[in-house]
Nanobody
Framework: QVQLVESGGGLVQPGGSLRLSCAAS????????MGWYRQAPGKQRELVAT???????NYAESVKGRFTISRDNAKNTVYLQLNNLRPEDTAVYYC????????????????WGQGTQVTVSS
């Protein structure tokens, strides 16, 4: 069974930085696209950034130039570096994986982490 475990959230002042991590564990052979989403109170969950297994990245317009997504395929881990944080970045951030090839050759779909809270406030 595959699990995603996030870490790195917290309280930070405007202009500050945080680094989120998400480690996938289980009978994993390889992971396809990985990404981060966020959900603010009273709002729908929205895409923040994605990264393919080859390293191609995609960002929401609101975070371009401030957030950086990266991954370590050897560790089955995806990271999100959040710089120049703003109060409107306050949300629960979720890690997502769209497909995983397990060692049994089974392909699993649509995995989510439990979420980590990011609060930007002075």
């Amino acid at each position: 069974q595959v699990q995603l475990v996030e870490s790195g959230g917290g309280l930070v002042q405007p202009g500050g930085s945080l680094r989120l991590s998400c480690a996938a564990s289980g009978n994993i052979f390889s992971i396809y696209d990985m990404g981060w989403y966020r959900q603010a109170p009273g709002k729908q969950r929205e895409l923040v950034a994605t990264i393919t297994s080859a390293g191609t990245t995609n960002y929401a317009e609101s975070v371009k130039g401030r957030f950086t997504i990266s991954r370590d395929n050897a560790k089955n881990t995806v990271y999100l570096q959040l710089n120049n944080l703003r109060p409107e970045d306050t949300a629960v951030y979720y890690c997502h994986v769209d497909r995983i090839l397990e060692v049994t050759k089974r392909i699993g779909y649509d995995y989510w982490g439990q979420g980590t809270q990011v609060t930007v406030s002075s």
